[in-house]
């Protein structure tokens, strides 16, 4: 079985503000080149549900995104819908800690979703405001792991230079590993997924979470950031008990990254552990 642990998809509304964006962002780079910022496919939920399809994959967490904290509520319902339709997704929720966090909490659990995402860049908040805090203590009390989205500023930087700018605009720090460390030492009971292989842009700084047992990292995103034998002793430093396939779909083409994954050097006892073994202990199931 593979389950692919980080997949978008979006209304037609958000798609085309998505696009308007990742172009302001990241025009002058090549769609080939694989730091770009863009939606490959569709991007709805059918072309979701098909392209995983046809990559084999057996199931999929399926992670709502949205910067506005008023809506979260309707993407938690629209995140439920879609799981009702399609008995393969695994549905998560979205919160806000400068929202409703409890309400839309509540809600969540009334559904049946199996997690939180949240995307610190995207949202902009840090893991070290005390709201986010008390709304972390709130999901560990409610015992759901939470998918957490990566960046590290100047890793970022270094990467795509032309991106300096928005950092300084917006004052944002970035979602980082002595960050996720703070907040998982806060939080012993909260299940933290780090996205993106614990720190995109910033492996080179994973120190801080290799030895914490409550931290995930997926492998989302990845392909063509990393060589292939630089995710394999990434997944067997932290132990692939603790890692979990994702593709980042649609911003990485579900069939390609699923062939990726099945080129990597692993032994299939840990190809199996980390294509679903850890995402469904994770789950309870």
């Avoid at 409703?100 to 199996?114: A, F, H, V």
């Avoid at 998918?147 to 970035?174: C, N, S, V, Y």
Wanted: net charge negative; glycine share 10%.
């Amino acid at each position: 079985m593979i389950i692919d642990a980080h997949t978008h998809a979006f209304e037609p509304e958000d798609l085309k503000v998505i696009g308007e964006r990742m172009g302001l962002l990241d025009s002058q780079l090549a769609d080939d080149d694989p730091n770009k910022w863009f939606v490959r496919g569709v991007g709805d939920l059918a072309g979701l549900v098909t392209g995983q399809a046809e990559a084999g994959v057996d199931r999929m967490v399926l992670l709502p995104v949205s910067g506005k904290k008023e809506r979260c509520a309707d993407l938690i319902r629209w995140s439920a819908d879609a799981a009702a339709k399609h008995p393969q997704i695994i549905p998560f929720g979205l919160l806000h800690p400068k929202g409703r966090p409890r309400e839309d909490l509540d809600l969540l659990l009334s559904l049946g979703l199996k997690g939180v995402k949240l995307h610190p860049f995207i949202q902009r908040f840090s893991l070290d405001d005390a709201d986010t805090q008390a709304m972390l203590g709130l999901i560990e009390e409610a015992g759901l792991p939470v998918l957490l989205d990566t960046l590290h500023a100047q890793g970022m930087i270094r990467a795509k230079p032309h991106l300096e700018w928005i950092m300084q605009t917006f004052g944002f720090k970035g979602c980082e590993p002595e960050q996720i460390a703070r907040a998982a030492q806060a939080h012993p009971r909260l299940r933290i997924i780090a996205a993106h292989g614990g720190s995109l842009y910033g492996w080179e700084h994973l120190d801080p979470l290799y030895g914490r047992d409550n931290v995930y990292f997926d492998i989302s995103y990845l392909k063509g950031l990393l060589e292939p034998r630089q995710v394999v002793e990434l997944i067997r430093r932290k132990g692939p008990e603790r890692m979990i396939y994702g593709s980042d779909c649609p911003y990485r083409h579900p069939g390609r990254y699923r062939a990726w994954f099945e080129d990597l050097p692993l032994t299939p006892a840990e190809r199996d552990q980390v294509a679903s073994a850890t995402i469904l202990e994770l789950l309870g199931e």
